[in-house]
């Protein structure tokens, strides 16, 4: 039989060595972890950087647009889900545009994100999804590297086309829809549309709103 000493001593440096084992496995973990969110924000970023750069080209803008922000707080239009940031373009330091984060709700299978940027003029500078679920080869149409539908917006205004124009062909409006798929192009149109009232609603804060100061629609 085994000494209750000896064996008090076995279970003390199993323990120890699973307690070691245990620190370590966690360190990992959380080494892991922190280098995946880093990953993950900086993929973030980059996609950002590039639909915030298609939006409003360079050479329409002289400032670092990922650096100034301000946030944007509004479900009944935006439906955003949460406080979210907006951003401004510049040229000389008079703000020439603001793109905002926007929700469309109802796509074929769940939300739609976009960022939609307006000109000072309330025109429409240009529209990007960031990120939906919809069904590839249909719904998927509504990203740039899949379809130039997208681009139908440039120019746009609220009363360009006119407000009841403002829909697909399908129901009677001004942009077309995809062959097979109209409830996520109907979706994207819809949302555009209130980002566009969200806007003139809100212009003056929006155009003159200095860093990270909230605007609530």
Do not use: C
Not at 56 to 72: A, G, Y
Not at 129 to 142: I, S, Y
Request: aromatic fraction near 6%.
């Amino acid at each position: 039989m085994e000494n209750p000493a000896t064996a008090g001593r076995s279970v003390a440096r199993n323990s120890i060595i699973l307690g070691i084992f245990a620190m370590v496995t966690v360190g990992l973990i959380a080494v892991t972890q922190q280098s995946t969110a880093e990953r993950i924000a900086e993929e973030i970023r980059r996609v950002q950087l590039s639909a915030l750069t298609e939006i409003l080209p360079d050479e329409q803008h002289d400032n670092d647009m990922l650096n100034d922000t301000f946030v944007v707080d509004d479900r009944e239009l935006l439906n955003l889900l949460r406080p979210s940031e907006a951003y401004r373009g510049r040229q000389d330091g008079e703000v020439v545009a603001v793109i905002l984060p926007v929700i469309a709700p109802d796509g074929y299978s769940g939300r739609i994100s976009l960022l939609v940027g307006i000109r000072a003029n309330g025109e429409l500078a240009g529209v990007r999804v960031l990120n939906h679920r919809e069904t590839p080869g249909l719904g998927d149409k509504v990203e740039l590297s899949k379809s130039r539908w997208v681009l139908s917006f440039d120019g746009k205004s609220l009363t360009m086309p006119m407000p009841e124009d403002w829909g697909v062909r399908k129901d009677g409006g001004a942009f077309d829809q995809f062959t097979g798929a109209t409830i996520t192009p109907r979706a994207v149109v819809q949302a555009v549309y209130r980002a566009l009232q969200y806007f003139d609603e809100n212009r003056g804060s929006l155009l003159e709103l200095p860093n990270q100061e909230p605007a609530n629609g």
